[in-house]
């Protein structure tokens, strides 16, 4: 019976002899293995005995095995004990692992060719590109209640996260009324950084209870805004120059 | 019990945490690669051997160690490029089906420190390749690394075949199995077994001075 069964199986006795074994252990093991021991690699051989002494239940370890077509091979290996005698399951994992075995052979080939000293100066390349990004949209305070946020440089997704943190940081950290972003300086904007840009005027909107304003449109970036559908949460102006003439003559008023 | 630090690397090295083990070696106070290698990175393999045959970790959780393990030390220890003529030379490598590389790569490195000049071929390098490697670039040192059981009779084959090229080169047998069993029969009384870091140090040392009093 126990000869179809539809796993390499071999029952043993407590000295490691052997008994029956199934169709497919036939299969699976050397021809002229008797003993349990000799189905398995010499470095299996310490782990092998601590499942040798008869116990309850049933316990599953990796071993090394010695097949007939393969020296070595890696193999799930379950043991029951009834009485005196005690059951023995293989199932070769082999298979399973060898796809990692290919995957750190390719990281092998890929670490051997690598020239760290070329690694490292990307790294600190990527470290400055992070501070460049941080630099391009500096939240500039321009009294109690007014803010400027020149952008510099093309906008991108990257750009814009990091021009974000600093900017709802700011924004919180002060009570400001009118926050402006300023395009002059501003480069191409893609279709990513137009959307983290679409958010970040949003949550400062929710923040401020008061739409932000952008000045400095080009007719260029006037094309880009719109062709994405967004709803701007925003007002437009024309210049900072305008804007603070503005402000100068609403602070002059009273005093005239 | 206070774990040590061999111990803490190996558990870095399991987590996959490469940023971590790099930190953590960097801010041992002893900053001697031999230190290193013989205090630090091969009790953590050899624990995680221990792991293993403990049933503690798989086969898997093993190559993702290596791995990091790998990652670490070709970070910290990088092949100096620099062109300078070395005058000896040496070639390390596994046997054909060995997967354990990590040892020999240490030993390449240290090599390197002295002086040699080295071609470090990592794992499972077939007979034909090494010797036609060896037959061009005639080394004065091969190095070989074996660690399990069934490739031990192909490492007669190995040392008998690349101790027989023209330059003589002188074989060192080196692996985990080394230092466990007695490799002798396997050498041909052509190979210089090393057991560990301490001994290829010393045949390191002994060879200094053999030139020099030569």
Known sequence: MSCALPVPYVKIDKDGVILVRSQKAKELLNQNTETIQDCFDEESHNKLMKYMVPFKGEKTFEANIKGKDQPFLLCDVSVSWEEDFAHVVFIPTGNQVQGLEEKLLELRMRLSTTDFELFEKKEALEEALKRLDELSGPFIPISEKMAFVPLFGDITESKMITVTGNALKAAYEGQFEEIFFDLSATGEIDENGVQKLSELFRMLHYMNGKPVKIIGVKPKHARQLNSLNVNWPVYFESSLKDVLIEHLQIGKAPQS | ?214
């Open chain 2, 1 to 214: 019990m206070a774990i040590s630090d061999a111990e803490k690397l190996a558990r870095l090295f399991l987590d996959g945490n490469h940023a971590e083990a790099l930190r953590f070696i960097k801010e041992q106070p002893n900053q001697n690669k031999m230190v290193l290698f013989r205090d630090l990175f091969t009790p953590a393999m050899y624990m995680i051997g221990d792991l293993w045959e403990n049933n503690e970790i798989s086969v898997a959780d093993e190559h993702l160690a290596t791995g990091v393990c790998d990652f670490v030390l070709s970070r910290l220890f990088q092949v100096s490029s620099e062109e300078t003529r070395r005058k000896k030379k040496a070639m390390f490598l596994c046997l054909q089906g060995e997967q354990h590389y990590l040892g020999i790569k240490m030993i390449n490195s240290i090599f390197e420190d002295e002086g040699w000049e080295t071609k470090y071929f990592g794992a499972s390098l077939p007979l034909e390749y090494a010797l036609k490697s060896a037959l061009q670039w005639k080394p004065e040192v091969i190095g070989l690394s074996v660690s399990i059981v069934y490739n031990l009779p192909v490492l007669k084959n190995y040392v008998r075949t690349l101790g027989a090229l023209p330059n003589k080169p002188d074989i060192l047998i080196g692996g985990r199995l080394a230092e466990k069993y007695d490799l002798e029969p396997y050498t041909n009384n052509q190979g210089i077994i090393i057991k560990n870091l301490e001994q290829a140090e010393k045949w390191l040392e002994e060879y200094r001075e053999e030139r020099v009093n030569a």
